[in-house]
Every structure is written in C-alpha cells, then in structure tokens.
C-alpha cells in the first residue's frame, strides 16, 4: 500500500522536481531533459515522445520548451551550458551552433556511439554541418534548405514557367503585379527574411552562392565580401527585390511574418524553408490550398542554385548525467520509422537519403522528389566556433546594404571584410 | 478665482489630448485581442472586434500565460517585500540617526540607481552561478533588491525625516530601544510612504525584463515580460493571442494604477523632489 | 558606550544589511566587469585562456565602427526622446496640476503607460507600426493599401518609432516629478500676479518657470539616465535593425558579452556605458548643485 502511494507520489512529482530523484531511481526510471523549441504542432511532437516513452517505460522525457528564434535560443542554450546544467540531457543544435559548443566542450562527441557506416546514411551535409575537426557531435534529425515557393495559379494564368534566374523572377513577378494590383493592391512579388537576424545571412547566402560568390575564401581563412560576384549579388537584392518585390517591408520580416504574408495570398514568390509546405497547404492557416508550387531557388546567369542548409542536430550535453540514455532517445527519434512520421505528419524532410525512395513519404510531400537534388548539395553557413560574431558582423553588413539606399556596397565591404579577418585570425592563432 | 475662456479651453484640449494618447495604444490591443484570427489578418484593418475570445483562450490554454502571471506574483511580491524589510530600517537610520558618513552613503545608493544593467550583469550572472541561483526565483530576487532598494530607502528616508521628532522622543524618554521606536512608533507614521514605496517597488519588478531574460532560461520559471517579449510561434506570429496576454497582463497594473494613483503621484514626487 | 555611540552602532546594523546586497550585487559586480575589461577572453576559444591585456579591449573599442554607430544611435535617441518627455511631461503636469471634476481618473488614464511593462508597450507600438495590420497606416491611409508604410523597414522611422514608444512611456513619469515642482508652489503667488493683472504666460514665464526649474532638471537627469540603458524597446521592436539604425549601445552590449561570449571586450562596452552615464549625471548635479543636495535628508 505504502510502495504504491510512494510509485503514485513519484509519477506525480517527477515533472515537477526532475533532478532531485536520480540518484535513488537511477537504475529502475530516468528522466531525461530534453530542450527544444516552441512548435506550432506540439501535438506531432506529444505523439513522437510518447511512442519512445512507451518503446523505453525506464525512460521518461521531459521537454522543455525554448523560444523558437534561433537567436534567442542559442543565447538560452549556452546559458545554460556556461553554467554547467545538469539537469539539461540532450537538445536540438541549429546546424551552425557545433564548431561552437564542440570548441567550448559543451557538447559530448559521438564518434564512439554513430559509427562512420551509420554516418553514411544520411545527407553527407546533415553530417558535415554536425563535424568539427574530424569529430562528429550530433545527429540530424531533418534537413531544411531554401527553396523558391511560388503561386502556380498566378503563374498559370499568365502563362509563365515556374523562374530559372533571379532575372526571369523578376520580370515574371513584375508582369503578375502590374496586372494584380489594381484589385490586390496588398499583393507583393517576393517574400522573403531580410530582418537583420541569423535568417538574413540565410538568404543573402542564397543570393551571393547563385552568383558564385562567396562569404568566406575555400580554406576559410579570409572573408570575401568585395569580390565582384559577392558585390553585384547584393546590388541586385537591393535593388529588384528589397525596392520592388518585397516592398522595403521585407527588411523586419522574419519566416512568421513572410510566411503569413504568402499563406494570405498577398505574394507571388516566397522563399521559406521545407516546413511551409505543410502550412501553405492547411486551409486553416493558408488561402491559397492547392495554389501552391514549390521549386529550386533560381540562379544568376553564371552561377547554379544555391539552398542555404539549415535543420536542426540532436547533441548530448557535456554535462549530461544520463549519456547513454540520451543516445538511446536521439538514435530513436533520428530512425527511419520517425522521420519518416515526422515527414507525413509535418512534412519535415528527412535526413535519412534512403526515405527519399519511400513512395508514401513522396505521395505526401511531392516535391521531395525534385528536390532531393538540392538537400544533396545545400550549401553550409561558415563553420566556424565564432560563427555568433561573424553572423552578427554579417547581418549587419548586409541589412545596411539593403536599407540604405545610397550606402556604397564595396566601401562597406571592405570594411566588414577587414572586421571578421580580425576575427578569423584569432582563431587561426589558437591552439587546436 | 474664474478662468478666461482661452485658459480654460486650452486645458479641456490638454485633458482630452493627454487621455487619449495615453490610453489609444491600449485600446488597439485590447480590439485586436477581440478579433478572430482572419479579422486580425485583415488588410486593411477593421475598426470593430468581432467579439472573438479566441484569442484570450490560446494565450491562456497554449502560451501558458497563467504560469508566467504566477511566476511573476512571486517574483515581484518577493522583492517588495524583502526590499521594504531591508529598506525600512535603512531609511529610518539614515534619516533619525546621527551616523557619520550618512551623505556619503545616501549620495552612493542613488549613484549606484544609475548603473547601466549591463555593466552588473556578467558578474550578477557569475556570482548566481556559482550559488545555484540561476534559474530560480530567488535568484532574480537578489538583483532585483539591489535594483530597487536605493529608490525605495530615498522615498522612505524622505518621509522618515518629516515626521515630527517629539513622538519619537516620547517613546525614547519610555524607555523604547531604537528598534522598538522604529517599528512601534515611526514605521506607522509612515505608512503612507512604507506602501508608495512598496507599490514602486512591485512595478518595477513585474516590468523588469533584462535580468529576468538573462537569469530565467527555463520557461518554467519565466516571468511575464519574458514570456511576453519572447512571444512567437514556430511558423506564425499570432497578434491576437500577444495581444490578449499583453492586455490580461497588463490589468493588475491598471487596477494598481486605478485605486492607487494619489499614493503613487505624492510617492513618486516626495522621493524625487523633496529627497 | 555613551547614548550616542550605541545609538550610532544600531544604526549601522540597521543600514547594514541593505546595503551588503546593494554592495554584493551592485557595487562589486561593477568592479568585476572593469577588471574583466582587462582581459582577453572569447568564450567560444576557451584554448586561447584568459590572458591580460590591459588597456587593449578599450583601444579596439574606439576604432569599432558597430559601437562608435550604437554610441550615436543612444545620444540621439538620449537626446530626442529626454527632450520631448520633458515638454510633453510639463504639459501633462500643467494639466493635472489644475483641479477639475475626474481629475483622479485623468491622472489614473496618464499613468497606465508608465506602469504597464515595457515589453508589452513595445509590442503594442510594434503592433501600431506594423506595415500591413498597423494602426499607424489605418489612420494615416484608410483603405488606401497601397500608401501603407513599413515604418520600421525604414532606419529613420524605425529609430523615430522606438523615440514614439518611449516617449509615450515615459512622459507621464516626467510629468509626475515636475508635478511635484508645481505643488510647492504657493498659490498666493499667482493670486498676486493676477491682481497686478499678469496674463497666464506672464505668471507662466515668470513664476511657475523659475520655480519648477529645479523639477525640470531632475526630471531631465531620471530620463537622461533611464534612456540611456534603453533596451527592451530595442529588442521587441527592431532587434537593433534596419541596418544598425536602432542599435543603442546596451542591447550592443548585450549581443557582444551573451550572444556572442566576447567576455573581456563585452565588458569594456558596459565600462564605457557606464563611464558616459556618470559623467552625465555629474555634469547634471553640478548644474542643478546646490539644489539637489541642500534639500538631502540631514
């Protein structure tokens, strides 16, 4: 009698009082702490985590729930990890946070644990995003790259193919508008994220890569903003996109704001990550159901698209008491069977190559299809464990580009140029 | 004495202009909060809610807000009142009692009032560190007191001092300690500023958002502003539900203000002018 | 122990223990940040160690160009912002300082933006400048969509908005302290003045003025202070963009010392702040001088 009230007064507690009850539980139920963002369908994420507690009753999950911008969650999470937290076991990484937390060993290394024949089974750049320095620190648990969403109803009607350059978006964009607008004066040609944050970066990688620019030299050694391709990249974003299709209020949106604005019906082009799919497709969010197409982003004449990779990594915590049961829990959410819910359930693609060949996962989200050629090859942000400052030095640069008008792309360049050098020589000077 | 016509219009225009730029951006929340989802969405946007508590319910149901009201209760009545147990004796010694240095330290407590936030929070956070106090309540207090304490010590040091001295001579001449004068005798007499000081005290600490941003990471433990600033889904940025936990956030405060105005305004005036 | 001494040691155990918290997480906080000013140390470098080096964080500090703009950004937002408070604060208390009926429930109205929280006043104007939703272009357009404006797309706006928000902040707060001013006033003054046949701008000019002079400064000095730390507004409205334009110099700050772990130079930012910040409050109290400090309680 006593034993059961004590096992009822333990279920009831342990959400609340996690950490206190390890020691004497350990061997029979623990509970793992794990950190994640704000989801707008918690439900898909209630089910996952109850299927693994029920594969593992010794396993209890408990999520906690971090705000959902990258940049307020990255300040949350090494928060935590500079204070050492025992309590937090395992969390979501945003793909350019391990170079980081690898550096500053908050994070355990898994070579041990996700064999290199593993390894192999998923999208080469899920895995190159989560190495540093020949190790590898997490597992992917999706893959997200930019890609051109667009109206195929609009497009339809006049009698347009979905864009191949940014020049032909324009000009198809500005065909639509000027017929649109006298009745949809709200209706924009492109939405995308050009607030300065982390999003910013994503994008105008997007930009300067289709002109076969680049932030950083090959070797990473050098920042490369005043190269010609880098500079008439920007140009042009600032002037046919920011001053005309997006209308200058592109400049304070994020993905909400610019997603809204695509699901309302007031954009032609929309450039998001994989998840918008599902959402443009919801009727309870979305107008535009069954109007949607979704395509590789378009290039400049002399270069080939470029998909910023971004998605999120499952990492263990250096500080972790229960490493082994974290591994359990990641190898479990990260396996063919989950992704493949997660895919169905809230189209998030895969980073497992072998379920893009799983005609149910493509009968749901069809445009896996065409562009699994693009998650192969999305390009990587700067790998680098001051990646915080140079994104920060980056967004600015780029923001006052693109909201100033009359500011001189190459002069600001130079300058933003010689700042992150100062940075990227500290690093080359540290020990490894 | 009867004012000119002009004079007297003048201030009607002021009252009405005053009134109403103070309390239209409350009113725009409060509309949009009354909205459905697509009403909100509208462009342009509609003048009238369309009596929709939609809104209300997430913000309580899926954004937790109850959890953050409640954190934000026991952080900022924790503060008050630890910061009035600590001030008021503070404030009477400072003000009754011949201390050498007494300029000197009230002249430091204001400086110290001055402090950018920023340049005390890297070691707050050390030093929470490293005695546990990180994510908890408690350790948001610590800061806090400091934060408010040198306004709350001024404010009661002012009406320490204008209180007349034969009373607490009278109860010295029956024998009463210097504790017993000033919780038995002086700390009644200056109720009125003990509770502007107390109601200062508590909004500052329900408003604060720096260090409650850098010491609670754990939305569990979140206060209001926190949960407030941070408010955004994955996908979406719901207006409506910001704006029924901004406006339900906010109606404690506007209760405060209501019943509380005159003691706030002698308060707020006694410790900035007569100090 | 003489009556005096005793009387002197309780006072001290009375004042003690506040100020040991002041001090603990006030007093030695600040010196810490000074001395982790001197150092080098990059969070995400832990292999580099945390060598001294003097004077060098602050050396690169004055060739920083982010921190030179974020410097620029706050003076003017200071500057702008403290100024209309003041005006607007003086009319507020010009008109809460006359007696009609509902005056309490006037003064409860203008109270309300200073009490509700900050963040929630800097989502409601983030709300009212919303380029699509906003009421900003509702009453400036109608229904004229296409005229709507992104104001904080645009740098000028999107500093004059956070100015907007704070000023409809804060102004009442600088109302309240120059009310006090006008309540020393005695009435016989004016009643004088009438008698001698003074128009309202007369008494105005040559009573209530001089005598609020006092108020003013403080009222100037609380918001001059408090302006400058701004940071909630920054980060809920523009988190420092468009383009740097609303980058001040405390969410500067906090990006370099909790975003991006540059500890030593982090801190040299927030001794810089806080050396401006005394430096104005010291020219402030010696401008006001003897006021100030002849009305401290003795």
Same mark, same amino acid.
């Given at each position: 009698m006593i034993k059961n009230f004590t096992i009822v007064f333990c279920i009831f507690c342990v959400p609340i +009082?996690? +950490? #206190? /009850? #390890?020691s004497a539980s350990e061997t029979a139920h623990t509970v793992l702490r794990f950190v994640t963002w704000k989801a707008d369908n918690p439900k898909i994420w209630d089910a996952a985590i109850a299927r693994f507690e029920t594969a593992y009753p010794s396993i209890t999950i408990e999520r906690e729930i971090a705000p959902h911008s990258s940049t307020a969650y990255h300040d949350l999470l090494t928060q935590k990890l500079k204070s050492h937290d /025992?309590?937090?076991?395992v969390f979501f990484m945003d793909v350019v946070w391990p170079a980081e937390f690898a550096m500053a060993g908050w994070v355990l290394p898994l070579d041990d644990r996700f064999s290199v024949s593993e390894q192999k089974k998923f999208l080469s750049a899920t895995i190159q995003a989560g190495t540093y320095r020949h190790r590898i620190y997490s597992v992917p648990s999706r893959i997200d790259s930019g890609m051109l969403y667009y109206r195929k109803d609009l497009l339809q009607k006049y009698g347009f193919d979905p864009p191949q350059t940014w020049g032909a978006l324009v000009i198809q964009a500005d065909t639509i508008l000027k017929g649109e607008q006298p009745t949809h004066?709200? *209706?924009?040609?492109y939405s995308g994220q050009f607030k300065q944050y982390e999003g910013l970066v994503c994008n105008m990688l997007e930009f300067v890569g289709s002109h076969n620019? *680049?932030? *950083?030299s090959k070797d990473g050694t050098r920042s490369t903003l005043t190269s010609p391709d880098a500079i008439q990249a920007l140009t042009f974003v600032r002037k046919h996109i920011i001053q005309r299709l997006a209308t200058p209020a592109g400049l304070t949106h994020q993905e909400p704001e610019s997603l809204a604005i695509f699901v309302q019906g007031h954009a032609v082009f929309h450039r998001n990550w994989p998840y918008a799919w599902k959402m443009a497709n919801n009727a309870r969010y979305s107008k535009i159901v069954g109007n949607v197409g979704v395509t590789l982003l378009p290039h400049f004449p002399n270069g080939q698209s470029v998909a910023t990779l971004g998605g999120w990594l499952y990492g263990i915590s250096a500080y972790s008491n229960h490493p082994q049961e974290a591994w359990t829990f990641i190898r479990f959410m990260t396996s063919p069977q989950m992704q493949k819910y997660f895919a169905l359930q809230a189209s998030l693609a895969p980073s497992r190559t072998a379920l893009y060949s799983d005609t149910e996962i493509l009968t749901a989200n069809p445009q896996f299809q065409d562009l699994f050629p693009v998650f192969q090859t999305a390009r990587p942000r700067p790998q680098t464990p001051i990646y915080p400052i140079v994104s920060n030095i980056l967004q600015r640069y780029f923001s006052r580009v693109l909201a100033f008008p009359h500011i001189d792309p190459f002069q600001e360049a130079s300058i933003t140029d010689h700042q992150i050098n100062h940075y990227l020589e500290l690093v080359q000077s540290t020990p490894q | 004495m009867k004012k000119p016509f002009l004079e007297c219009s003048l201030l009607h225009v002021g009252i009405i202009l005053s009134v109403i730029i103070s309390l239209v951006p409350f009113f725009w929340f409060i509309i949009t909060s009354l909205k459905s989802q697509t009403a909100v969405e509208a462009i342009p946007p509609t =003048? =009238?809610?369309?009596?929709?508590l939609d809104a209300y319910r997430s913000a309580l149901l899926d954004h937790q807000l109850l959890n953050y009201m409640m954190n934000s209760v026991i952080v900022a009545g924790s503060t008050t009142i630890i910061a009035l147990l600590l001030a008021i004796p503070a404030a009477y010694a400072l003000a009754r009692v011949r201390m050498k240095g007494k300029s000197l330290i009230l002249g430091g407590l204001l400086s110290m009032s001055m402090f950018p936030q920023i340049v005390i929070a890297g070691p707050v956070w050390e030093i929470l560190k490293h005695i546990g106090g990180l994510n908890t309540h408690w350790g948001l207090v610590l800061p806090y007191l400091t934060l408010t304490l040198p306004l709350a010590i001024w404010i009661l040091a002012t009406f320490f001092k204008e209180l007349p001295r034969e009373l607490e001579d009278a109860a010295r001449v029956d024998g009463c300690t210097l504790w017993q004068t000033m919780s038995k005798v002086m700390a009644p007499l200056a109720a009125p500023g003990i509770f502007t000081a107390a109601i200062l005290t508590f909004i500052y600490a329900w408003n604060e958002f720096f260090f409650a941003l850098l010491i609670l990471t754990d939305p569990e433990q979140q206060t209001l502003p926190v949960g407030i600033a941070l408010f955004q889904g994955e996908f979406t940025m719901p207006w409506g539900e910001l704006a029924a936990a901004s406006v339900l956030a906010t109606l404690p405060l506007v209760l405060v203000v209501l019943l509380f105005q005159r003691g706030i305004i002698s308060g707020l005036s006694a410790g900035a002018i007569k100090g | 122990m003489t009556r005096n001494s005793q009387e002197s040691t309780t006072g001290w155990m009375m004042t003690i223990p506040a100020l040991a918290v002041v001090g603990t997480f006030s007093l030695y906080p600040a010196l810490d940040s000074f001395l982790l000013s001197l150092h080098r140390i990059y969070l995400g470098l832990p292999t580099i160690g945390q060598p001294y080096i003097g004077l060098q964080n602050y050396t690169m500090l004055m060739q920083d160009p982010v921190a030179q703009q974020a410097f620029l950004v706050t003076f003017g937002f200071v500057l702008l912002s403290t100024t209309l408070e003041v005006l607007l604060g003086l009319s507020i208390a010009l008109v809460i300082h006359e007696t009609f009926s509902g005056r309490g429930w006037v003064r409860a109205a203008i109270l309300i933006p200073w009490a509700i929280p900050t963040v929630v006043a800097s989502q409601m104007w983030r709300f009212i400048f919303n380029d699509q939703y906003g009421l900003a272009n509702l009453l400036l357009f109608g229904d004229q969509v296409s005229n709507y404006v992104p104001w904080l797309a645009s740098p000028t706006w999107a500093f004059l908005a956070i100015v907007a928000a704070d000023v409809w902040k804060t102004a009442s707060f600088a109302g309240l302290l120059i009310l006090a001013g006008l309540q020393v006033i005695p009435d016989e003054l004016y009643d004088a003045a009438r008698l001698d046949g003074a128009t309202a701008w007369q008494r105005f000019r040559h009573i209530t003025l001089p005598l609020i002079k006092p108020a003013l400064l403080i009222a100037l000095l609380f918001r001059t202070i408090d302006a400058f730390r701004v940071f909630d507004l920054v980060f809920v409205?523009?988190?420092?963009g468009p383009g740097d334009a609303t980058q001040v110099i405390q969410f500067y700050g906090y990006k370099t010392l909790f975003t991006e772990g540059q500890m030593g130079y982090g801190a040299s930012i927030s001794i810089a702040v806080f050396l401006t910040l005394l430096l104005l409050s010291v020219l402030y109290v010696r401008t006001i001088g003897t006021t100030l400090f002849q009305r401290e309680p003795a």
């Open positions: +009082i996690p +950490i #206190s /009850t #390890s /025992t309590a937090m076991d004066p709200a *209706l924009r040609g620019g *680049l932030f *950083l | =003048w =009238w809610p369309n009596g929709n | 409205m523009t988190q420092g």
